[in-house]
């Protein structure tokens, strides 16, 4: 895929006599692409983590029928919280931990984020940091949240203000 992009660049900077500069990167959605980071790095100089659909896809669950039965998953102590309004760090958290360190490895250099509305939720803001992601990207009324939340984050304290 990457020299077919490539190619298609080079052929629009030859005909246009235009200078291009881009990156190629990939949405890391499906668990198989969290485990298989490694070769994806290889081609790639960006993963964003499309959390919405790793939850959805990590659970077998749609998150448009979610609603009718997490709360009392939540409730009854199943699940801390709801997956799909904080990451689960356990499993879809271990996934984007596992695909971060897996593309790291391979490309040093490697950006990467989130982007969905984890991205706008404190706790989960907070576990990107701590496993190395570079940005969170999320709903814009969610901006503010996000960006109190990334500057709590590099400076070690929590939403509730604790070291």
Do not use: W
């Amino acid at each position: 895929m990457r020299e077919r992009i490539d190619a298609m660049a080079h052929a629009v900077t030859k005909e246009t006599g235009g200078k291009l500069t881009y990156q190629v990167g990939t949405m890391i959605e499906l668990p198989r692409a969290c485990l298989k980071a490694d070769d994806i790095a290889k081609t790639a100089e960006f993963f964003s983590f499309g959390t919405n659909d790793l939850t959805q896809t990590s659970f077998g669950i749609s998150r448009d029928d979610a609603a009718s039965f997490l709360g009392p998953y939540v409730a009854k102590g199943i699940l801390e919280t709801d997956p799909f309004i904080s990451l689960d760090r356990d499993g879809v958290g271990e996934l984007v931990r596992i695909g971060a360190q897996r593309g790291r490895k391979v490309r040093a250099n490697l950006k990467m984020g989130i982007c969905g509305e984890h991205g706008g939720d404190p706790a989960s803001v907070a576990f990107c940091h701590e496993v190395g992601l570079d940005y969170v990207s999320c709903s814009p009324y969610r901006v503010p949240i996000a960006r109190l939340a990334a500057a709590q984050a590099a400076l070690g304290k929590t939403a509730a203000g604790q070291a």
